[in-house]
DNA sequence: TTTATTTACTTAACCGATTAAGTAACACGG
DNA sequence: CCGTGTTACTTAATCGGTTAAGTAAATAAA
C-alpha cells in the first residue's frame, strides 16, 4: 500500500501531475469534467497531499509554533485551547513547545524558527528571558507575545491590564484591613511580574501605606526553594495579607500557610493571579484575580493570522490589554470589589 | 538577508552540494579539515537546515503528534509534560491536535496523518471514539494509546488500573459507611470508563451491597447539561457517596452540593478521579484517585520512540499498566485505604 | 610495477508538490 | 481568411536537502 502521490493520479488519468495539482487547487485552468474526474479519484485513492513538498515549494507551512514555559498551569492550557480553537478553523497546525522556565532552552527553540518550520510564532517568555535571540526572531517571522511578553523587543503583544490588576489587589487588601503587605513575584526580569509591583508601590503609596523593605519576594522556578523562601519571608515579615502574582505561587502560600500553622485569611489575607476553575472551592475559597485565558490565546492567534494573511499588516505595532478581573472570595476580608 | 541554504555553503566553498551535506551529518566520507571549514562557515552564516527539503527526501518528520480531547484537565497537561520532555531530549518536535471531545474532529485529524506529516501518533480518544479510523492508523503508522485507549483496537496501550482503582474507590466508600454509591461515567463506550464501571459493580458485590438501579451515570461534555444532569440523579437518588471518573466531573460534584446545600461528606462523600495538584486544598479536600500522568505521557512517548528507532519493535503488543493511588482525604470519611 | 583499495570528493537523480512558460485547439471579431 | 483571445492542458524548472553511483588521486597490497 504506497503512498498515494500525484503522480500516481495522474498516470492513471493520464494527465500531467501539474494538472492534477491544478485541480486539486481549483485552478480556473482546469475544465469541470476533468476537475470532478481527478477529485473522485483522488477520493477513492484516498489521496493525501504531502505537506513538506507543498511546504517547500511554497516556502509556507501552514503551522505555528506555541512557546510557553509549561502546560501545568491552567492559564497556558486555557490559552492554548483558545490558539487551538483558531488555528484549528483557519486549517493551521499547531507546534508546542515547553521551556521549563529554562531561558537556555528557549533559545534553542527560538533557533529552530529560523529553519522555516513555522510560519509564525506564539510565545510567552520565561522569567529569565532577556531580549537576546527574540529580536532576531521578531525581525525574521511575525511574532506575537502573549501574557509573559518582553518589553525591549517592539513587537506584537497580547498582555492583561497588570499594573491595574495588581493595584486592584492592593486596595482590596487594604480595604480588608491589612497594612502589612507582601507581593510574591516570579521574576526581576518580565516586564509583566514588574508592572505587577508598580501596580502593588503605587497602590500602597496612594493609600499612605509604608512600602516594607522585604514587601516583594523574588521566588524561583523550583517549588521546594520557594517554600521554603515563603517561610522565611512570611515569619520574618509578619505579613497580614499577600499577593502571589502567579499560579504556582498562589497554592505555595497555601501550603506554607497549612505549615506554619496560619489561618487565611485571620492571619493572612491572600489574593492570586490565578485561573483555576477550582478557585471557589478551595479552602479557604481563594480570592483571585483572573486573566480572560482563553480570550488572550484567541486574540494572540487571531493577530497572528492577520499578519499571516496579509504582509502589509502592521504586526509589531498591536498591543492589546484584555482586562482581567479581580473574584472576591474568603480568602480576602473586603466586600466586593 | 536570504535564507541560508547549503548550496549557498557550497558555493563560498567551492564544494558540491552533497560535500556539505555529508560534512553537517558527519559523514565518513568527508576529511576532518573539510568538515571543520563547512561547520565553521555554517556558523558563521548561522545556516539552519530546511526541515522540511529534508523531511520530504528522508520521509521522515522528527515530529510526533499528541491527540487529546483537551488540555484543561490537569491530567493532560501533565502527560504533555512527560511527552515533551522526552521528544526533546530526542530532538523531536510535537504537534499538538485537540478534539474537544468530538468525534468528528478526531476523524478529520487522524486523516491528516496519512499524509506523513507526523512520524508517529500518540492518542487519548474522545468519549465518543469508535475504531473507525483509528485500526487504518495503528496500520500505517507507530501509535501508542494512552489512558483513554480504545479497546477494540490492537495497539499499544499506557493505561492505569482502572477497574481496580474504581474497585478500591468504592471499597473506600463502603468503609467510610456508604450504601447509595454512584458513580459518574464520562462515556458509554470509552473502555477506561466501562472498567472503572466494573471495578465499581464487582466491588458492591463483593460486599454485598446491592447495585441501584441508578448507580452510574452516564454524563455528557456539556458542563451545564451534566450540571442539570447531576442535580437531578442527586436528588432522586439520594446518594451517600459518589466517584466521579474525571478531573471535570469531581469538581462538577462540589458545584451540584454547593447548588443542593449538601454537605460533603456529611450527606455525600465524595472520591475522585483527578490530578488536580490543588485537590488536599479544596473545601472540603478530595479524596483523589490520582493518576501518574507525567509517567504515562512519559511512557507511551518513550514507546513510540522506541518503535521509530528500530521497525522491528512489536509496538502493537506494548501493554502498560501505570498504579494509580487513592489518596484520602476529608471528602470521605474511611481513613487512609 | 601493476592492481586493488581507500579516501575524498562530484554528479545527478530524487523526494512530491507548485508554477512559470509554452502549446495545441478552438472561438470570435473584423 | 487572418489575427487575437481563450481554454485546457503539458513541459520543465524549482523548493533544499539526501544519497546512489561515479571518479580521480593517493595508498596499500601483490
Known sequence: MENVTIRMLAERLQLSTA????????????????????????AELNYVPNPYASSLRKKASNTIAVVIPEVADSFFAEAINGIEAVAQEKGYHVLIYLSHENCQKEQTILKDFQSGRVDGVLISVTTETTATGLEQLVRDKPVVFFDRVCEEVKAAKITTDDAAAAYRATTHL????CRRIGLLSASRQLSISNKRAEGFQQALLDHQLPLLPNAITYCT?????????LKTAF????????????????????????????RIPEDLQVIGFSNLSTARFLHP???????????MGKAAATLLFRALKSNNFPLQQQQEVIPSSLIARNSTLAKDK
Open 19 to 42: 494538472t492534477i495539482s491544478k485541480a486539486l487547487n481549483n485552478s480556473h485552468e482546469i475544465s469541470e469534467e476533468t476537475r470532478q474526474r481527478v477529485l473522485a479519484l483522488a
Open 221 to 229: 522556578n523550583d517549588s521546594a526553594a520557594n517554600h521554603q523562601l
Open 235 to 262: 515569619l520574618e515579615n509578619d505579613y497580614d495579607g499577600i499577593i502571589a502574582t502567579t499560579e504556582k505561587l498562589s497554592t505555595a502560600v497555601y501550603e506554607v500557610c497549612e505549615a506554619l500553622q496560619w
Open 285 to 295: 475559597s481563594l480570592t483571585t484575580i483572573t486573566q480572560p485565558a482563553f480570550e
Open 174 to 177: 487594604i480595604a480588608g484591613g
